[in-house]
């Protein structure tokens, strides 16, 4: 069994930054990040392995965004810099079982436990 928690969101000026946290209950291999828009179907940000040595991340975050893990603390971060208003969305950490192929993380059927989000806005 695993609960996760999301925490980091708010309201940003476009160019800012924020940090993304979310706290496991429960052993985690691999955990992803999704978000969703209003009226838009949900969409891969990033995905990071067990140990943190394999990272994935969409083309359209690539270069501002940064996954990481700290397994003593149970925790997976996603630190979000340059924000733009197309980035407001409500964030959600997943986590799922070891992965055989790095195409596997971009959906959404390789995760089995869901937090609730958490809102990024950015303002122009």
């Known amino acids: 069994q695993v609960q996760l928690v999301e925490s980091g969101g708010g309201l940003v000026q476009a160019g800012g930054s924020l940090r993304l946290s979310c706290a496991a209950s429960g052993r985690t291999f691999t955990m992803g990040w999704f978000r969703q828009a209003p009226g838009k179907e949900r969409e891969f940000v990033a995905a990071?392995?067990?140990?943190?040595?394999?990272?994935h991340y969409a083309d359209s975050v690539k270069g501002r965004f940064t996954v990481s893990r700290d397994n003593a603390k149970n925790t997976v971060y996603l630190q979000m810099n340059s924000l733009k208003p197309e980035d407001t969305a409500v964030y959600y950490c997943a986590a799922g079982p070891p992965y055989y192929s790095a195409s596997d993380t971009y959906t959404s059927d390789l995760y089995h436990y869901w937090g609730q989000g958490t809102q990024v806005t950015v303002s122009s």
């Open positions: 990071i392995s067990w140990n943190g040595g394999d990272t």
